[in-house]
């Protein structure tokens, strides 16, 4: 019987400490907590209902927080613990993100045994000032000596995390951390836009007026320069954010966009197993009781609401969806549904519609958030 592909996330709630603009799930531990963290997450892996019976693994991403910030050995433990519950497919893409100043002895050597081959390096700014600002606990060259070290180990599938439209910044001062990053040249580059989120330190700035926000001229200014000096050094575009060189598109992340079958392990983890969507618990204390035992969500999307997923996800990305694919899922003619909003958007200039395939402009791009909101009912 042929397995099903699967995605695995793994989240590791631990940081040194909150950054300014972070509302993810994450907080310090001391050592003592990180391992009974392990013990819970072993036991949500081992207790889950899908096997490697039904399914073949094609992905695994660990994030957080910080999963460089715990001691190597309890992330090599989740893998044995994840390779003992399923079948790894023999090119299984599996990433790690890591913090520049939190790299433990023999981390490297330690992810690369346990089959780790993707490094995701949150970098954030080649400005230290800027690094400072955004809570940061690395420097510039912390994060130029993490880089060096991966790849002294032997990585060759390097990602960087940049931040675009920090407060202060200016498009040519983040030209010099994007020029900076280049000349390194890992094969995957994101870049993020700060989003200013409820019940960070960033926030609470902002609403006493004391955040110097770039203006959206600045922005859409920076945008542009990102797009187009990335294309000239051979990194193409391939999500909203994401870049890669040729054949270093993120894997993983394709399936959430795709709305492939993904499982994930954590307190505030998501998954989705064909249409059924559900979320582990956020809150920490809930979860270390019952790992993986309580949900925020649970349901399963109706037609439609699946309908509306393919299309405002998958016109995250360059490719954009296929009308093939859309009657293959739902035996509805793609135009059948969303043929008004389709044609007004093309008509709009935001749309390209070539042979059976259907994607944003560079300018759709740009808009995407409020593009993707009419496919909504």
Same mark, same amino acid.
């Given at each position: 019987?042929?397995?099903?592909?699967?995605?695995?996330y793994?989240h590791i709630?631990?940081c040194?400490?909150k950054c300014?603009y972070c509302d993810f799930l994450?907080?310090?531990?001391?050592?003592?907590?990180?391992e009974?963290?392990?013990?819970?997450v072993?036991r949500e892996?081992?207790e889950?209902?899908?096997?490697?019976l039904?399914?073949e693994?094609?992905?695994?991403?660990?994030?957080?927080?910080?999963?460089?910030?715990v001691?190597p050995?309890?992330?090599?433990?989740i893998?044995d613990s994840?390779?003992?519950?399923?079948t790894?497919?023999e090119n299984?893409e599996?990433?790690?993100?890591?913090?520049?100043?939190?790299?433990?002895r023999?981390?490297?050597?330690?992810y690369r045994?346990?089959?780790?081959?993707r490094?995701?390096?949150?970098?954030?700014?080649l400005?230290d000032e800027?690094?400072?600002?955004l809570?940061?606990?690395?420097?510039?060259?912390?994060?130029?000596?993490?880089?060096?070290e991966v790849?002294e180990?032997?990585?060759?599938n390097?990602?960087?995390d940049l931040?675009?439209?920090?407060?202060?910044?200016?498009?040519?001062k983040?030209r010099?951390?994007?020029?900076?990053i280049l000349?390194?040249?890992?094969?995957?580059?994101?870049?993020y836009s700060?989003?200013?989120e409820?019940?960070t330190l960033?926030?609470?700035?902002?609403?006493k007026?004391e955040?110097?926000?770039?203006?959206?001229?600045?922005v859409?200014?920076t945008d542009?320069m990102v797009?187009?000096?990335?294309?000239?050094?051979?990194?193409k575009?391939?999500?909203?954010?994401?870049?890669?060189?040729?054949?270093y598109?993120c894997?993983?992340?394709l399936?959430?966009w795709?709305?492939g079958?993904?499982?994930g392990?954590?307190p505030?983890a998501?998954?989705?197993?064909g249409?059924?969507r559900?979320?582990n618990?956020?809150s920490y204390a809930?979860y270390? %009781?019952?790992?993986?035992?309580?949900?925020e969500?649970?349901?399963?999307l109706s037609?439609?609401?699946a309908? %509306?997923?393919?299309?405002f996800?998958?016109?995250?990305?360059c %490719?954009?969806v296929?009308?093939t694919?859309?009657y293959?899922?739902?035996?509805?003619?793609?135009?059948?549904v969303?043929?008004?909003i389709?044609e007004?958007?093309?008509r709009?200039?935001y749309?390209i519609?070539?042979g059976?395939?259907?994607?944003?402009?560079?300018?759709?791009?740009e808009v995407s958030n409020i593009?993707?909101? %009419?496919?909504?009912?």
């Open positions: 019987m042929k397995k099903s592909p699967l995605s695995i793994v709630p631990f040194v400490k300014s994450s907080f310090a531990g001391t050592e003592e907590e990180m009974h963290y392990l013990t819970a072993l892996i081992e889950a209902e899908e096997s490697g039904q399914y693994v094609q992905t695994v991403y660990i994030g957080g927080g910080t999963p460089s910030r001691p050995h309890l992330i090599a433990e893998m994840l390779r003992k519950k399923y790894f497919a299984a599996i990433s790690m993100e890591m913090n520049p100043g939190t790299l433990k023999d981390a490297l050597r330690i045994e346990c089959g780790i081959n490094l995701s390096i949150g970098c954030q700014s400005n800027e690094l400072r600002l809570g940061r606990i690395h420097t510039v060259e912390d994060f130029k000596k993490t880089y060096h790849r180990a032997g990585f060759k390097v990602s960087v931040m675009s439209s920090i407060p202060g910044q200016s498009a040519e983040f010099s951390s994007l020029e900076g000349a390194l040249k890992p094969e995957h580059i994101s870049v700060l989003i200013v409820p019940g960033f926030y609470s700035k902002y609403e007026g955040l110097d926000l770039p203006s959206e001229e600045s859409t200014e542009r797009r187009d000096l990335l294309s000239e050094r051979g990194y575009r391939y999500e909203i954010s994401n870049y890669a060189r040729d054949g598109e894997r993983h992340n399936v959430y795709n709305r079958d993904y499982r392990f954590g505030g998501a998954s989705l197993i249409d059924h559900f979320t618990i956020r809930s270390m %009781e019952h790992p993986g035992k309580t949900r969500d649970d349901f399963v037609v439609r609401d309908m %509306e997923e393919f299309m996800l998958g016109l995250r990305t %490719e954009g296929s009308a694919d859309f293959r899922n739902f035996g509805q003619d793609i135009t059948e969303f043929g008004k389709l007004k958007q093309e709009d200039g749309l519609h070539k059976e395939r259907y994607s944003y402009t560079d300018e759709g791009l593009l993707m909101s %009419e496919y909504l009912e």
